[in-house]
């Protein structure tokens, strides 16, 4: 049975960086594409992007580039994702979600609890 | 980007109603659709993936159907665990992910 578990919630300044964990149990880590999206009240997810482990190569959505880095622990099975530069409109709730099986693209069956990031002066 | 547009996106239905959810894509995308359901507080749960393949254990009520720039997701009959918010998602490729705005499907 796979298990995503992300890190508790965050509440950080506008221009303070957060980083999430993702710990990943029950199947074979390494070879499976771990995605983020976030969502805010209301609206639908926002893919943010994702990293196959062993590759370690991050693919970010343009609107994240420069701001957002994703990095993998394989020795412990956790990947994270960090963000710089927090503005308000980045509160939301973020979610790792693993693809179904690899090479199937992104059709996320498996996903984190999410963890709730406010930025708030 | 491929942008998803989901009508409606309020819907009122009873217990044992047939419910049709409507995806459109502003280019075509195959059948590289997936739909989700979420409830609040919690994470999307996938429902059908390449626009009509139901996900292991999900009520055969649900189906979908559609290719190219439109798609259909119908719930048979209802049933009170439906009552959520459903979400489409086209997945053309690693570089190119997006989501629908939502249906909530209330009584």
């Known amino acids: 049975q796979v298990q995503l578990v992300q890190s508790g919630a965050e509440v950080k300044k506008p221009g303070s960086s957060v980083k999430v964990s993702c710990q990943a149990s029950?199947?074979?880590?390494?070879?499976?594409?771990v995605n983020w999206l976030r969502q805010t009240p209301g609206q639908g997810p926002e893919w943010m992007g994702n990293?196959?482990?062993?590759?370690?190569?991050?693919n970010l959505a343009q609107k994240f580039q420069g701001r957002v880095m994703f990095t993998a622990d394989e020795s412990t099975s956790t990947v994270y994702m960090e963000m710089t530069n927090l503005k308000s409109e980045d509160t939301a709730v973020y979610y790792c979600?693993?693809?179904?099986?690899?090479?199937?693209?992104?059709?996320?069956?498996?996903w984190g609890q999410g963890t709730l990031v406010t930025v708030s002066s | 980007d491929i942008q998803m547009t989901q009508s409606p996106s309020t819907l009122s239905a009873a217990i044992g109603d047939r419910v049709t959810i409507t995806c459109r894509a502003s280019?075509?995308?195959?059948?590289?659709l997936a739909w989700y359901q979420q409830k609040p507080g919690k994470a999307p749960k996938l429902l059908i993936y390449k626009a009509s393949t139901l996900e292991s254990g999900v009520p055969s009520r649900f189906s979908g159907s559609g290719s190219g720039t439109e798609f259909t997701l119908t719930i048979s009959s209802l049933q009170p665990d439906d009552f959520a918010t459903y979400y489409c998602q086209q997945y053309t490729n690693f570089f190119s992910v997006t989501f629908g705005g939502g249906t909530k499907v209330e009584i």
């Open positions: 029950g199947d074979t880590f390494s070879k499976y594409a």
């Open positions: 979600a693993r693809e179904r099986t690899v090479g199937t693209g992104a059709i996320f069956l498996y």
């Open positions: 280019q075509s995308i195959s059948n590289w």
């Open positions: 990293i196959i482990p062993m590759y370690g190569t991050p």
